[in-house]
């Protein structure tokens, strides 16, 4: 037998805390960042905010298998530009997941990439 205001005080402190969290994801702008790809370094370097720390991901352009556009649609439609790396499985994502743009501009942007680094582009059928 527990009382149902100790409940639902539980409640209210689990339900403070949570907003506490997403309040300090939105602050620090969580999963923000920047793409730069260096020609006379042949690097490209890409920058984002994470929890607690920034995360850089340096690779080199003789690493990069393809340009991956990954479009579905539907309910949860989605847009986005990947890079995929030689020897990996892993995509490493460009453009971020919130915006969605329209198709003409996320082929052309990928096309673009593709012959800016002088990979393959995939996902276009």
Known sequence: FVPQG?????????ANLLNLYLW???YINFGSGF???????KTV????????KEIDVKVRFDEIKSVKLDISEGFNPR????????GRKK??????????KP??????EGARLAKFLSVN???IK
């Open 79 to 86: 847009r986005r530009i990947g890079l995929v790396l030689k």
């Open 121 to 123: 582009l995939e996902g």
């Open 24 to 26: 300090y994801i939105v």
């Open 35 to 41: 793409n730069s790809f260096d020609k006379a370094s």
């Open 6 to 14: 100790l409940i639902m005080g539980a409640y209210g402190v689990i």
């Open 91 to 100: 995509i490493l994502p460009l453009s971020s997941s919130g915006d969605l």
């Open 103 to 108: 198709l003409l501009e996320v082929e052309e």
């Open 45 to 52: 370097i890409i920058n984002r905010k994470g929890l607690f």
